[in-house]
């Protein structure tokens, strides 16, 4: 069968451009789960891929793989992961580039936040081909607390589902650190930046790693704008313990056949998080990049502590607007 398509294809190459453009019928909705689905996204893995790669080659090219990526009409996503921040965004997305019906940016666009004066038409161009049926999706965890970015998606599309990936703000604060830390070996203690006073104890809100996990506050301004029944709340912590589980959810969530499930799956000791097994044709699993898991420092408990004093009234509260108990107490 894969000898007869490939043979269409090269067959059709000049002529069929020509038929497709005078109304001939639409290409099979059908489009098999290919190995390039599997491959990170453009750029170095688990870090943003700028978007002039991302437009250059949002996928591995192989003939087969052009073939489908050329047909179909690209469409404004139906779905956006909006955050959060070293939440788990990045495996989310990729774990859900599996399913065959699920299309997505490898580069986070961040066009509600950075980039919205290019307008919709600049937008629409920078998403993948997608068949009747698939969903194009993409991911900027910034989106969650940019004010902004609620309104501007509601005006784009008011039935957009929104998912956000949500982790104890502790250890979110710590990774966030983390992270900026391997840019920037000079950057003061996370102890140091985390207090306004630290002999009063005022805790420093003004500094993104902390501002960032005050979910409830940032979720209040999105319900102005879409009702709680269109934002799925992703467990951070139970991706990495039972990713095929969230996955279901998130299946169910954007109206999809619950393929991605336990199969897919296996748990990288070293890595210390779930990876996809190999694809079809490659002969490695697929694991996040080395950017992903890295060695937090050691972090004064006495501080640790006091943040999880400062942030249980929000994780309090955004468990009731969710009516989800994350366990982070």
């Known amino acids: 069968m894969l000898f007869l398509w490939l043979y269409m294809f090269y067959s059709c190459a000049g002529s069929c451009a020509g ?20 491959q990170p996204a453009a750029g170095e893995p688990g870090e943003e891929s700028s978007l002039e790669e991302q437009r250059a080659a949002p996928d591995a090219a192989s003939p087969i793989s052009t073939f489908f990526n050329g047909s179909g009409t690209k469409r404004l996503p139906q779905a956006i992961i909006i955050g959060v921040k070293k939440g788990g965004t990045r495996a989310l997305l990729e774990f859900l580039r599996v399913h065959p019906d699920v299309r997505a940016v490898g580069a986070e666009p961040h066009f509600f936040d950075r980039n919205y004066e290019r307008g ?13 049926g698939q969903i194009t999706m993409e991911k900027t965890p910034s989106y969650f607390v940019t004010k902004e970015a609620p309104a501007r998606i509601s005006s784009m599309s008011k039935g957009t589902k929104l998912i956000v990936v949500v982790r104890d703000p502790v250890t979110r604060a710590i990774s966030d650190y983390t992270q900026t830390l391997s840019k920037k070996p000079d950057i003061p203690t996370f102890e140091s930046l985390t207090f306004k006073n630290r002999t009063t104890g005022l805790i ?11 979910y409830a506050k940032h979720l ?12 799925l709340f992703v467990s951070g912590e139970r991706l990495i313990s039972d990713p095929a589980g969230e996955l279901g959810r998130v ?3 954007l109206g999809l056949k619950r393929i991605i499930t336990d199969k897919h799956f296996y748990f990288n000791k070293t890595k210390g998080f779930p990876c996809l097994k190999k694809a079809e044709g490659s002969s490695k699993p697929h694991c996040l990049g080395k950017t992903k898991g890295r060695t937090h420092p050691d972090i004064d408990q006495e501080v640790v502590q006091r943040l999880r004093d400062f942030y249980r009234p929000f994780n309090m509260k955004f468990y009731q607007m969710t009516g989800q108990d994350f366990g982070w107490d």
């Open 120 to 132: 919709l038409a600049w937008y629409r161009d920078l998403m993948p081909r997608t068949l009747e």
């Open 220 to 231: 209040e301004n999105w319900l102005l704008y879409f009702p709680i029944g269109q934002i």
């Open 251 to 253: 299946q169910d969530f």
């Open 204 to 214: 420093d809100t003004s500094w993104s790693a902390i501002q960032i996990g005050i």
């Open 19 to 38: 038929l497709a453009t005078r109304g001939s019928p639409a290409p099979p909705r059908f489009a098999p789960p290919l190995p390039h689905l599997l």
